[in-house]
């Protein structure tokens, strides 16, 4: 299994930015997806879940109405375009998944690309 991510970035306040999560080693399609994020000094924390045709998205209450998760199974790429951006947002952002595919829209899982930077900064 191996998952990159890209997309991070320094942005201003209010600002967007999508992130992408390609996926490969494994059956994309047949796998729920997360996104996760670690702020500085803190520990991880959820932030949104897919299933594995979208029907199924959660999201972070603080997250709700600013991000959107979404997939292209065709491609085998994970997105999360995020607006309205707070400083708050800061972090390095991480796609995941379990071994399996199973749903689970938590920090509890087992397989983790390297991250990427997004840094929400006037």
């Known amino acids: 299994v191996q998952l990159v991510e890209s997309g991070g970035g320094l942005v201003q306040p209010g600002g967007s930015l999508r992130l992408s999560c390609v996926a490969s080693?494994?059956?994309?399609?047949?796998?729920?997806m997360t996104w996760v994020r670690q702020a500085p000094g803190k520990g991880r924390e959820w932030v949104s879940s897919?299933?594995?045709?979208?029907?199924?998205?959660y999201y972070l209450d603080s997250v709700k109405g600013r991000f959107t998760i979404s997939r292209d199974n065709a491609k085998n790429t994970l997105y999360l375009q995020m607006n309205s951006l707070k400083t708050e947002d800061t972090a390095v952002y991480y796609c995941?998944?379990?071994?399996?595919?199973?749903?689970?829209?938590?920090?509890?899982?087992?397989?983790w690309g390297q991250g990427t930077q997004v840094t929400v900064s006037s």
């Open positions: 995941a998944t379990r071994s399996g595919g199973g749903w689970s829209p938590n920090i509890d899982q087992n397989y």
């Open positions: 080693g494994f059956t994309f399609s047949t796998y729920s």
């Open positions: 897919i299933s594995t045709h979208g029907a199924s998205r």
